[in-house]
């Protein structure tokens, strides 16, 4: 049997929310995030529509009392957020003599500033303070510093599922005895980068997104950052964990850079792996927080796959992304905590916007707001670019 | 368990990629970047598809095809990559032509490549691989905290035959940025004496070298890894200096057991002091120093060429005298090699290696 890792606290900021408590009230009354962009600076302004933070980078360190500075991306302003309240949820001493590591998700990074200054940084001095935060690492090292972890300090990039492997790693880093306690998710924020990337794949939606629904025609992207604190039995001491993390599964679809195979071959490994390990039937989910994004392809892909894993018999499923935008690296880790959320009151979030089935399969997504049926198993899935599938299972303790 | 190195391919500035060589001639340059040499080696690719893969993921598959054909160990159970400046050529490529075209009609592969996964996603696309596959994004942690998880897949009994790779790609555009840093020379230097500059800045770099881990010694093995670790914000030399010891010890050894270290000298006289300092602290003399980045400039993924480097060494036997800084006097033997590198003073590896056997 291996290790039991916990989850202890959630932090989590997105359109829908600035903390745990907006974003429950926020899913319980079915508020989407996905409006007009009114602060990224773009020509698609009033074009596109996404799910966009309205606070100014100014008004994000005030929220975490610091000093608007030269080099603090917006990345890490939302980064330090969510796993200030993380940590603070957890009710844990981070001084105590556990070690302590971090590890976050993010794909977007320091493009989010050098979108703005690239040309400056190849002609001119004036932007020096923000090319060190460049890259994917910066906004885990401000985590790190704010919080005095320096055991383990990691990042990852897989794309759209960066940070549910973050929680995959931490659970491995514990398991394997390397670490007690794990500080695991994912951040980006809304950029001009990621918003032509997926504007010129076409498979960006002028309208918001209607997932696994048949008039779907792309996704829309959003902002956030969501931390999971994780924790074996051993370092509890008395404190009651939310929930499990049971089951996860990484694989790999290896058909295209970013179409999923049509029948779904890595996001049904990634699911069975996820629930082997978990020890659960797929009959014994109660829930699935399901990767759609709302792009035609993964949409079927994903729902290909779920049905030759669960058959006939479909748990309840919807995409949050309804909710919140895709959030990229910050998705998997956000959507864990929504899964948590679904755990802990016992409720299935409903999929926003869902008006009629896809031709090509037999279940549809969740439409209503469901509470009291019982979660106890919640399967969350995240797939990437480059067909980086990740599943996660969580579970009632 | 003992964690085998049983196979190698290392695309770098120097001719590298041919296993059967070990730096017995090495290429100097008089640069202030120096690139990667194009490899002699049929990539196994029809041309179509070779002409579409940009030079990063060109690069990449063809060093991680020859660790594959070394190891001859068949598919792998996994894939993990590290890269600290990720995919640096296709992500500038794209935002350029944002700015260009004013954010419309954009070729979209530049951006479907600008992820740190794409290379390791592309590997397992040519080989058809649905297994494990992460990619590893932390500035300079990034190999180290690759290896690390592939230890752990190993040691879990979870995968028996990881396929681990380390790289960073460097573009003029790249060299400007970091530049502006004052990470590199104002002026060309001739790479071989790199270490006698005495000014700041060091000579930009990149490489692709991969590894196949596998939990049992083969006929081919070259080393067993025997740990790694990183030091993360520790700028002060004695604490730096007693993380060195303390990983030591937590392996059984004591400074006097390591026959060599490889050092990640750059030529930056302030980073190179940080060096001496920490290593005249901790061994005694008549330890082996070497030192490789002159060899493969400097980048976030150096000590990825260090281990490959140690990996030969521990094989053959043979410190190449185009790494030797201070040769070791004490035994002929090479049992352990330890790999230092840190960033800037403020973030440390270590990586130890052990003759198989």
New interface residues.
Partial sequence: MPERVFITGCGVITAIGDNLEENLRSLQAGVSGIGEIRLLE???RGKLPAAEIRHTDRKLAEMLGLPMQDGLTRTALLAMIAADEAVRHACCNLGDRWRTGLVSG??V?G?VT??KY??D??SN?TR?AW??G????ES?ERI??RLGI??????????CSSSA?AIM?GV??I??G?LDRVVAGGTDALS??TL??FN??MIYDREPCRPFDDSRNGLNLGEGAAYLVLEPERTLKGRNPLCEVTGFG?????????ALSPEG??AY?AMKTALERSGISPEQVSYINVHGTATVNNDLSEGKAIEHLFGIKVPPASSTKSNTGHMLGASGAAEAVYSVLSILHDTIWPNLRFVTPMQELHFAPAERYIHGSGVRHVLSNSF?????NTSLVLSKC | MKICINGTGNVSPQPTWDNSQFLEQVQEYHARMIQCLEPDVDPGLDEKYLRRMNRMLRLGWIASKICLDDAGAGVPDG?ITGS???SVHD??K???T??KN???????TP????????L???I??L?????????????S??FE?AL??AI?QL??GEMKNVLLGGFDEITE?QF???G??GRWKNEPVSNLSLYHTGTSGSIAGEGFTFFCLQGEETSKTYAEVKDVM?L??MPYVDRATDGIRSFLQRNGLEPEDIGWVFAGLNGDVDDDQVYRDVLRNLFPAGTGLAAWKHLCGEYLTASAFAMWAAAKALKAQIIPEAMKILGASRRKEINHILIYNHFKGMHHSLILLRRAG
């Fill in positions: 773009t020509l698609h993010s794909t990074g493009m050098a979108e690239y040309l940084y190849l001095d020096n090319i060190e460049n890259d994917c690492s885990t790190a510093r320096r055991q383990y300090v990691s990042t990852i990039n897989t794309a492997n790693c491995q880093l398991r394997a390397l001009m980068f032509n990337g010129t794949l990484n694989t790999t679809d290896a058909f295209h850079q970013t071959t890595g490994m990437g670019f480059g067909g980086n | 894939i600290g400046w990720g992500s500038e794209f935002l350029l944002i700015y004013k954010e419309n009609l954009l070729p979209p951006f479907i490549q600008s992820t740190h996964n794409a390791g996603s592309q397992a696309i080989l058809g691989n649905f297994r494990y596959n992460v990619a590893y994004a932390h500035a942690f990034a905290h690390l998880d752990c040691r879990s555009n400007t940025l970091i502006r840093l990183t993360f914000d």
